[in-house]
């Protein structure tokens, strides 16, 4: 990595080409490093633990000193609505592992936040799953199990990567999905792993299930709450995501 562009300060993965276009306007590449303003950087990972472990771990090869998590996550709690901010004070996984954000860098994003007015839900654990949950069903089963109130992929492996090399993380995510919401698993398979269109598996899901058509608006619109709060916070807290240099 040249000069120009190594990382001084947060390195940011994010699984989804929509999800990254909230932190820049620039033209962001899969699977490589995207500088940012302020010596911070992203990388634009794809869905899953294994792609976002890859991420973490190439961005402090390149220079980053601190982690961030940035993206969605889906409700396991009711009453928790598409749009709203999360910044938990933990993360577990399905394994039992349990990761705490950096506590003065989460406070300082925090209060970021709160000064530009941005709701944000700051209590109860954030879960990292392997596979996506899709149905109700999976969905009270993981809140259940776990007791969390949200549920992500990506998170705890950052945040294992995080504790591996010392290194201080935090996570913020926007609620996507709520926890009476199903995605029907064909609508899921019709995007890749970074949220791109698969145009053709999804006429040939629409054409074998055209019932499916009824998803797509509100599918869309939480999509467009999810990221109208991204966009926000990503404005309110910099490039850095508040990280207290």
Not at 18 to 30: D, F, G, I, P, R
Not at 224 to 240: E, I, V
């Amino acid at each position: 990595m040249s000069e120009a562009t190594r990382i001084y300060s947060v390195g940011i993965v994010v699984a989804l080409v929509w999800e990254a276009k909230a932190l820049t306007t620039n033209t962001v590449h899969t699977e490589r490093v995207t500088p940012l303003a302020n010596g911070a950087a992203m990388w634009l990972s794809g869905m899953g633990p294994a792609a976002a472990q890859i991420a973490a771990q190439a961005l402090v090869d390149n220079g980053a000193t601190a982690l961030a998590i940035f993206g969605v996550a889906g409700a396991l709690q009711a009453g928790l609505r598409s749009g709203t901010l999360f910044c938990p004070p933990q993360v577990l996984d399905d394994n039992g592992h349990d990761y705490t954000p950096d506590r003065a860098w989460r406070s300082n994003l925090l209060q970021l936040l709160a000064a530009a007015k941005l709701s944000v839900l700051e209590t109860g654990n954030l879960l990292s799953m392997p596979v996506p949950l899709l149905t109700t069903a999976a969905k009270a089963d993981a809140h259940g199990r776990y007791a969390a109130v949200a549920v992500d992929m990506e998170s705890a492996a950052v945040a294992a990567v995080a504790r591996d090399r010392k290194l201080p993380f935090v996570t913020l995510r926007a609620i996507i999905d709520e926890v009476d919401d199903t995605v029907p698993a064909e609508l899921h398979a019709s995007v890749d792993a970074w949220g791109r269109p698969r145009p053709l598996q999804l006429i040939g899901a629409l054409g074998r299930r055209p019932s499916l058509l009824a998803h797509l608006p509100g599918l869309h619109s939480r999509m467009q709450s999810a990221t109208r709060a991204l966009q926000a916070a990503a404005s309110a807290t910099g490039p850095t995501l508040g990280w207290p240099s």
